[in-house]
């Protein structure tokens, strides 16, 4: 899952929005950043668990295989990451009553006043995101296109990212038969997780 779909699995408990929304700047055992906020720490940890559980589904194995199977070979499950949040945001009233735009004004809530505790990298990145609207860019299939080109931009090594886009269109009903059942799948276990290991 991408930014989207991580923020969604903490909406219900917005005090994990900041540290799930950052997880990605966190390398390594937990216990290298004791440091912080347990609320933080608790966020990071739930970050890691919707990576876990999404890398071993096999609706999103098989998302993946579909654009190895068209050459997307590298960038297969980055490629799924990010058309997932584009499945969940032009989906969103199937999976949330809360408008959107309010949604978003949540994450930006949440993330702005925790950032004294988050990564420098993160932080940096965060300004940008809003400064450039990219969370409001999922739903369209051209703002797809941007921010793959974007975060293609940002791999060090060649890719066709940018070409995920026409795979997704010519194999949409597969894909999202994929991510629908793949979102239920993650919403119930990873509430289960929340309720268990971090209330």
Not at 89 to 114: C, G, L, M, R
Not at 154 to 176: G, P, W
Request: net charge negative; aromatic share 14%.
């Amino acid at each position: 899952m991408n930014f989207v779909g991580h923020a969604y699995i903490a909406k219900n408990h917005p005090h994990l929005i900041a540290g799930n929304f950052a997880g990605d700047s966190y390398k390594g055992n937990l216990e290298n950043f004791s440091h912080l906020p347990d609320h933080i720490l608790k966020g990071i940890e739930l970050h890691r668990y919707i990576d876990n559980f999404t890398d071993s589904s096999h609706h999103i194995k098989s998302v993946g295989k579909i654009f190895q199977n068209q050459g997307i070979s590298k960038v297969a499950y980055i490629a799924s990451d990010i058309i997932l949040d584009h499945f969940i945001t032009k989906n969103w009233a199937n999976f949330s009553d809360e408008k959107y735009a309010d949604f978003v004004q949540t994450i930006y809530h949440h993330t702005d006043k925790n950032l004294m505790h988050l990564e420098e990298d993160f932080c940096f990145m965060f300004e940008r995101l809003k400064e450039q609207k990219w969370l409001f860019q999922y739903h369209t299939e051209e703002g797809i296109d941007i921010i793959l080109w974007q975060f293609s931009r940002r791999l060090n090594f060649e890719n066709d990212l940018t070409k995920s886009m026409l795979v997704y269109q010519a194999n949409k009903t597969e894909i999202d038969f994929h991510f629908a059942n793949f979102m239920t799948a993650i919403v119930e276990n990873s509430q289960t997780f929340i309720a268990n290991k971090l209330i």
